[in-house]
């Protein structure tokens, strides 16, 4: 439905009434426009879109967080109804009213909790003065307290962790640590502001069970704003779509499933990459992607088999490849422990072929792409790329082979410099390679450039932060092709893109493959996106590769126990779906290990053509 009209469905109030909400920024920008939805004590209500839809201005504006941020309510009420007294609007509230609904009745779980934890503090002491200043607990029992919350949220030897800092602390644990202080005084609501969204699928499926099992202990309600539907499929009750800060649908969450009105809803539920989609396929296949165009859904691509491979003679030999870091040292200088970040990894990658190089955070594949960029120098193994060794390459062969590996980042806002054109920064390969020496034929390479990756050549005189997120990281694809590369690496080079997004920059590298017959180390942790665009998928594990195989083998015949609660933890689009789950507990063991301590190596058998996974001596911690 497309009205404003909230979808009641007891006769009991509801905890929060959002009405006719309207937030404007700076000279009349209205990012939320005529907002309205309930949110009933102890459901879960997902606010969906894409970035820039106004879902978390509307969660920022329900607390007036944005009075902090440049925004001003200019329209509406929200009533929050607590368990003593009147219901509070709190657009009205005076700020000692808010400052003691925030944090007590009210608590918010933001997306970064890194930039959300103060860095100058341990997390005992940041978790204790909300109690303190709540609760009114002393210094020792807001400790106690802060203990059991940690606990309480499955954080591993809590009372080591009270006084550790941030940054000593894995993402999956900050974020837990957030959820801890967010429950600290027992909130009537929770707010969750894509609370998953940078986390790998394992540690995902941790913090949404955690999430789960709190609300049902302690009937708290959930505002859960995500852009990841498999997630609204696992939380949700009810469902509200944002689109250009406007409500466009509002349904209990199987309706919106089954039967979207809205066509912005249809176009975003068709772009979300389903587990299974290609069951029985052998090769990744290109689908068409449904775009918003003038308010109307229409599709972009066609279905295409990514049939590119050549598996005559390998472009890339990985054989025993080991990098280690030294991280302690005594006072004289002597190392004392080592970070052993990829211990004797050997991979082949093919002419036209796409290998994703799957895992945890901690696991190495990062450090393996980085190390095959010669960004990171290998501790031992063989690396060949053409059949020539790399480490025998003269400097010159080396530099040579910079233009033949390309690198896509995680971030591109990161990796593009702001204070240059975009045009120039596709323009700078070129130049340092020497590809092109002609001033007017390199502008036409970095049009043409543009134009391969759907960008407009009037595009090349903007700077970074004139684009979107998805149009950045078409830029950085367009650079990594100015050199004409034949293998690109690209390091988690949509997992923070929306769903349409994706769809549409994972199709793009698939036409791109198919017209330059590139290859791809596909480094991610997005189980859903490698079943889609990978021909053959490496699962790696603690700086070993444990299983090994074609995409059909690995998704439908997983061996390795570590790989089946890889792809148990993913979350499965589609309400109706009942799944005994894998419960994954704990955080993967550290790779640091004192000097001496050398980790033991699997052995690797095929259990069919291709197809290899390690013998597993001793159970995975975690994963067995």
């Known amino acids: 439905m497309s009205d404003n009209t909230p979808n009641l469905k007891s006769s009991h109030q509801p905890l929060l009434s959002v009405r006719s909400l309207s937030v404007e920024f700076g000279a009349g920008f209205k990012a939320v426009k005529d907002v309205s939805f309930d949110v009933e004590p102890g459901k879960t209500l997902a606010v969906v879109g894409e970035s820039g839809s106004g879902k978390s201005v509307t969660s920022l504006a329900i607390m007036r967080l944005t009075d902090y941020t440049g925004g001003r309510i200019v329209g509406g009420e929200v009533m929050f109804r607590p368990a003593q007294g009147e219901a509070i609007d709190l657009t009205k509230a005076s700020d000692d009213t808010l400052r003691s609904i925030r ?141 250009k800060g406007e409500k466009v649908e509002q349904a209990p969450v199987r309706d919106i499933f089954a039967a979207p009105q809205h066509p912005y809803t249809r176009a975003l539920l068709s772009a979300v990459p389903r587990l299974g989609s290609l069951q029985g396929q052998p090769l990744p296949k290109r689908t068409p992607v449904m775009v918003m165009d003038g308010g109307e859904p229409r599709l972009v691509g066609e279905t ?95 530099r040579r082979l910079r233009q033949e590996i390309q690198y896509i980042f995680q971030d591109p806002f990161a990796s593009l410099d702001p204070r240059h054109t975009v045009g120039y920064s596709i323009a700078e390969p070129i130049v340092v390679h020497g590809l092109i020496r002609d001033r007017k034929a390199i502008e036409k390479r970095v049009h043409e450039l543009l134009e391969h990756v759907g960008l407009q050549p009037q595009h090349a005189k903007r700077y970074p932060h004139e684009f979107s997120g998805g149009q950045r990281q078409r830029v950085c694809i367009a650079r990594a092709l100015a050199s ?79 790989t089946r609660k890889l792809l148990s933890a993913v979350p499965i689009a589609d309400p109706q779906r009942e799944r005994a789950k894998m419960r994954i507990e704990g955080e993967i063991p550290s790779p640091v290990r004192p000097v001496g301590q050398e980790p033991a190596i699997h052995r690797m058998r095929e259990v069919g053509p291709g197809h290899w996974v390690a013998v597993e001596a001793d159970a995975l911690r975690g994963a067995a």
């Not at 472009?315 to 302690?328: E, H, M, P, S």
């Not at 053959?536 to 059909?552: H, K």
Request: aromatic fraction near 6%; hydrophobic fraction near 45%; include cysteine.
């Open 103 to 243: 944090g007590n009745d009210i608590a918010m779980i933001f997306q970064e909790p890194m930039t959300s934890l103060n860095p100058v503090f341990t997390i005992g002491n940041q978790i204790a003065e909300t109690l303190v200043l709540h609760e009114r607990l002393n210094a020792r029992d807001a400790r106690l307290r802060a203990k059991e919350l940690l606990q309480k949220v499955r954080l591993p030897d809590a009372e080591r962790l009270l006084d550790r800092y941030p940054h000593q602390l894995s993402g999956g644990m900050r974020q837990r640590v957030m959820i801890a202080m967010a429950l600290a005084c027992n909130p009537k609501l929770l707010i969750a502001d894509e609370p998953t969204t940078a986390l790998d699928v394992t540690i995902q499926a941790q913090i949404l069970n955690i999430i789960r099992d709190l609300q049902q202990e302690m009937g708290t309600a959930v505002i859960f704003i995500t852009h990841d539907m498999g997630v609204v499929a696992e939380m949700a009750d009810d469902v509200v779509v944002m689109w």
């Open 304 to 398: 295409h088999v990514q049939n590119t491979a050549d598996y005559a003679k390998p472009l890339l030999q990985v054989d025993k490849l080991t990098t280690r870091f030294d991280v302690g040292k005594t006072f004289l200088g002597r190392v004392t422990h080592r970070v052993h970040a990829v211990e004797e990894v050997s991979f082949d990658i093919y002419p036209g072929e796409t290998l994703a190089l799957v895992g945890e955070s901690g696991s190495g594949k990062s450090t393996i792409g980085r190390t095959l960029q010669q960004l990171v120098e290998p501790t031992s193994g063989t690396v060949r790329f053409d059949g020539r060794d790399m480490a025998a390459m003269s400097h010159g062969d080396r």
């Open 484 to 562: 004409d590369p034949r293998l690109i690496i690209a390091d988690e080079s949509v997992s923070a893109l929306d769903v349409s997004i994706q769809a549409q920059i994972v199709n793009l590298l698939m036409e791109l493959q198919e017209r330059r017959h590139l290859s791809y180390l596909f480094i991610t942790h997005d189980m859903a996106v490698v079943e889609k665009i990978s021909h053959r998928v490496a699962v790696m594990y603690l700086g070993q590769i444990v299983e090994l195989g074609t995409r059909q083998a690995i998704f439908e015949n997983p061996q390795h126990s570590y």
